[in-house]
């Protein structure tokens, strides 16, 4: 068994003192899907969250963490953002707003601790699994320690 490497997103998991589990899949470049992952841990993919990273009108950079078989809805997303309108962040950008790449962006250890908003529905499990910040890795954690951590508030967002 391959040693799996801690990523930013652990060490500050550590550094909070929150449990976790660093959980490998295997990627597929083709398909970096929530539901791939899912479908790979052989797990609910509505416990699968994916993060994405928006930009509103008013308020800029924002994130949303939602289960890995929804997409958000712009309008409730603009609305509990404090936004008239948002939208997604082009690829491109990712990396320099964030830290992190398409496939492998984690609520955890952003370049800076942008507002946040989680879809309701985590409340309704022990654990959630979100990247890890690399392609490969997911972590699996309590939603109310990384609601905490990360200043999340929670909200319906599709």
């Keep these: 068994m391959t040693k799996v490497q801690k990523t930013n997103a652990a060490r500050l998991l550590d550094k909070a003192k929150i449990r976790y589990e660093l959980i490998p899949y295997k990627v597929d470049e083709n398909d970096l899907s ?9 797990e609910d993919v509505e416990q699968v969250f994916k993060t994405l990273v928006l930009h509103g009108d008013k308020t800029g950079y924002f994130v ?8 958000v809805n712009l309008k409730l997303a603009a609305k509990v953002s404090g936004n008239k ?16 790449i398409r496939g492998a962006c984690s609520p955890i250890g952003m370049k800076k601790l942008f507002p946040t908003y ?18 490969g890795l997911q972590l699996k954690v309590s939603p ?15």
């Design 118 to 135: 989680i879809h309701e529905t985590c409340l309704h499990y022990d654990f959630i699994y979100v990247s890890a910040g690399q392609r």
């Design 64 to 71: 949303c963490i939602v289960p890995g078989d929804k997409e």
């Design 34 to 42: 929530a539901i791939h992952v899912a479908q790979d841990l052989n």
């Design 144 to 158: 109310k320690e990384l609601i905490d951590l990360v200043k999340a508030q929670v909200a319906i967002l599709h």
């Design 85 to 100: 309108n948002c939208e997604m962040i082009l690829m491109k950008d990712l990396l320099s707003v964030t830290g992190y």
